[in-house]
């Protein structure tokens, strides 16, 4: 294993700080349009009524800062095989791989902002998960990383996931 313990925190804290940007993004983009929002952990509520393109507009915010905040993690990672960067690119990855699995059920940002433009419910989840997800991958060769690694960051990822959902369910 490349990856030790010191990591894990920090890792999670990635997770954390990935999910506030993320959020931030959208609330940025409709606090821009003049919308009153609610921000949470997880979620972003539009307390105003919103029309459909300031909708679509604040709904790519939060993944357009997701996959800047991965492109830029590539780069360190590519750079200086920095394992605190590939933190941010794995939960980059792993938050718009989940929100895209939970568009079966519940369109994610993605989703929704790809039926605006008539492209379909999953296009663009598809396209950015894939995304993110091969830079992820090309970041992990960088760091030569195992397949043990790979398999304790899954753990690590989806505890950290379903703690900041389960604890923004108790702060909205």
């Known amino acids: 294993m490349k990856l030790k313990a010191p990591f894990y925190p920090w890792f999670v804290l990635a997770f954390l700080i990935t999910n506030l940007l993320h959020e931030g993004g959208h609330w940025l983009m409709g606090a821009a349009l003049g919308l009153e929002m609610k921000f949470g952990l997880n979620a972003v509520t539009y307390l105003s009524t919103t029309e459909a393109w300031q909708r679509a507009l604040a709904d790519a915010a939060g993944p357009l800062v997701t996959i800047v905040q991965a492109v830029i993690a590539y780069v360190v990672v590519q750079r200086s095989a920095s394992i605190k960067a590939f933190a941010f690119l794995y939960a980059a990855a792993f938050m718009r791989l989940v929100a895209g699995l939970v568009s079966v059920m519940h369109p ?11 492209l ?4 663009l989840p598809v396209l950015v998960a894939a995304g993110l997800i091969v830079l992820a991958i090309k970041g992990s060769k960088r760091l030569q990383l195992t397949w043990k690694d790979h398999l304790l960051c899954y ?12 604890a923004d369910r108790f702060i909205l």
């Open 108 to 118: 994610n940002d993605e989703a929704r902002l790809g039926m605006y433009l008539g």
């Open 120 to 123: 379909g419910k999953w296009t």
């Open 155 to 166: 753990v690590v990822a989806s505890l950290a996931v379903s703690i900041i959902v389960g």
